[in-house]
T-cell receptor, first 112, second 115 residues
C-alpha cells in the first residue's frame, strides 16, 4: 500500500491481558516510531527504530511495554498485563531522509 | 532539554479571520520544522515543513508557516480561516545532526473556527 498501515484498528481487552499491535511502514522507510495519544492529550513518544541501530526506548512508560522491528519491516508493540491507563490511540509513523513522519491511522486500545 | 512548545492549548477564531497557531522550540542547531494536523476521527496529516531557504513556507489547505531563527519560532498561519480548519495542530522538529531522525513534538493546539 501507499501509506503506513496499522492493525487492528480497534482493540478492546480486559485488564491484565496482553495485547500486540502491528505496524506496516512505508516500504523503504528506515525510521519507525511509536507514539501514544491519550484522550485529550498530546502525542507521547514511546520508541524509535532506525535501521539496524539499537532502538531508542526512552519513551516506554514501563517494562510492560516492548516493541520489536526486524530490519526495515513490520514492527510490533506489545503491552503485557494491560492496565486501564493504557487505553489510548497508539500511532505508528515511518519516515525517510529529509521528510517528516507519515502516520498510520492508529490503533484504538480500550482496556476494560 | 530539547523541547517544542505550543503555548496555547486552544485557539478560537471567527470564520474568515486570519489565524495563527504558535510554536517555539528549544533545540541545538538549526532543526527541520514541521506542522501536522489531526482532524476529528482521522489520523495525523502532514501540512508543511521547513528545511532551508525562504523563511515563509507554504503548505496544504492554504496554510503557511514562518520560520524566525532569532525567536526560534515557527508559527502556523492562514489568512482566512474556515470552519473545516477546526482540528488539532501539532508542531514538530527534527535535529539535523548526524542520522538523528527522531521527531520532537509539541503537545498540540486545538483550533476552533466559529461560523
Amino acid at each position: 500500500g501507499a501509506g503506513v498501515s496499522q492493525s487492528p484498528s480497534n482493540k478492546v481487552t480486559e485488564k491484565g491481558k496482553d495485547v500486540e499491535l502491528r505496524c506496516d511502514p512505508i516500504s523503504g522507510h528506515t525510521a519507525l516510531y511509536w507514539y501514544r495519544q491519550r484522550l485529550g492529550q498530546g502525542l507521547e513518544f514511546l520508541i524509535y527504530f532506525q535501521g539496524n541501530s539499537a532502538p531508542d526506548k526512552s519513551g516506554l512508560p514501563s517494562d510492560r511495554f516492548s516493541a520489536e522491528r526486524t530490519g526495515e519491516s513490520v514492527s510490533t508493540l506489545t503491552i503485557q498485563r494491560t492496565q486501564q491507563e493504557d487505553s489510548a490511540v497508539y500511532l505508528c509513523a515511518s519516515s525517510s531522509p529529509r521528510q517528516g513522519g507519515f502516520f498510520g491511522p492508529g490503533t484504538r486500545l480500550t482496556v476494560l | 532539554a530539547q523541547s517544542v512548545a505550543q503555548p496555547e492549548d486552544q485557539v478560537n477564531v471567527a470564520e474568515g479571520n486570519p489565524l495563527t497557531v504558535k510554536c517555539t522550540y528549544s533545540v541545538s542547531g538549526n532543526p527541520y520544522l514541521f506542522w501536522y494536523v489531526q482532524y476529528p476521527n482521522r489520523g495525523l496529516q502532514f501540512l508543511l515543513k521547513y528545511i532551508t531557504g525562504d523563511n515563509l513556507v507554504k503548505g496544504s489547505y492554504g496554510f503557511e508557516a514562518e520560520f524566525n531563527k532569532s525567536q526560534t519560532s515557527f508559527h502556523l498561519k492562514k489568512p482566512s480561516a474556515l470552519v473545516s480548519d477546526s482540528a488539532l495542530y501539532f508542531c514538530a522538529v527534527r535535529l539535523r545532526a548526524g542520522n538523528n531522525r527522531k521527531l520532537i513534538w509539541g503537545l498540540g493546539t486545538s483550533l476552533a473556527v466559529n461560523p
